[in-house]
């Protein structure tokens, strides 16, 4: 049996990094999921690696541009009619800016990490937090960072948006505990994902990366896998009796 067998979950950019290996470890450990993506390539080719796996999985791809509104009921009822319900939301779709001061962040760069990694879960609570708040249960599970705790200068703002994303992910939880909801955010390390760049404002290389990974106690970045392992416990039964967490998947990064 696996941790997830009977649950559906929906994942936000999930054609991709993080939410791709969060789609992928949830198929194996039982779940449902719904891959949702603005990016249809992404989204269908990680579909098909599931249902193509040794130990095939179920999934279903969902064209979502997660910051406009409309865009979440249709999610729902998407799950619904696919899946046959919806027992977790991983809220894991972000983005960034390239690593520069704050002085030359353009109001195009800053609206738009707003709406995808601010907004995007306000629009999710609004719409899905009724929906779990009617079964008297349900997941809640936000992608953070430990720039939302560290300071990161050349990205600061992209920092404050994961700083938000800590406080309501507190906050959340302590409202919604009593009504059966568990809300908690993941704070990984930059990883290797799409963003690397963005987030190192330099070219990934071997070199780079060795050099990071001095910084680090376990030595080395993140990889989705590490973050996935992480979501798995958190979303799972496992973790009933925890909410409200911001849990730093950093190899130790944050303690120094």
Request: a neutral charge; glycine letters at 12%; aromatic letters at 6%.
């Amino acid at each position: 049996m696996g941790r997830l067998d009977g649950k559906v979950a929906l994942i936000t950019g999930a054609g991709s990094g993080f939410g791709e290996a969060m789609a992928k470890a949830f198929t194996r450990e039982g779940a449902s999921v719904v891959v949702a993506d603005i990016n249809t390539e992404g989204g269908n080719r990680v579909v098909k690696e599931i249902e193509e796996a040794k130990n095939p999985g179920k999934a279903a791809f969902l064209n979502m541009d997660c910051t406009k509104e409309p865009a979440w009921p249709e999610a729902l009822e998407f799950a619904k009619k696919q899946m046959g319900g919806l027992h977790i939301v991983c809220n894991n779709a972000g983005t960034t800016y390239k690593k520069k001061s704050s002085l030359e962040v353009t109001e195009q760069e800053f609206d738009k990490i707003i709406n995808v990694n601010v907004k995007s879960i306000y629009l999710s609570v609004r719409v899905l937090m009724p929906h779990f708040i009617g079964q008297k249960s349900g997941v809640i599970l936000n992608t953070s960072s430990v720039a939302g705790t560290r300071v990161r200068p050349g990205q600061v703002f992209y920092g404050g948006t994961k700083g938000f994303v800590n406080t309501i992910t507190q906050g959340l939880a302590a409202e919604f505990g009593p009504s059966g909801v568990r809300v908690n955010s993941l704070c990984p390390l930059r990883g290797t994902t799409g963003l690397l760049e963005l987030f190192s404002g330099v070219p990934d290389t071997p070199e780079e990366r060795a050099r990071f990974a001095q910084t680090v106690p376990l030595r080395r970045q993140s990889e989705p896998s590490d973050v996935a392992a992480a979501a798995t416990f958190l979303v799972s039964d496992e973790a009933e009796f925890i909410t409200g967490v911001n849990l730093p998947v950093d190899g130790g990064r944050l303690a120094v």
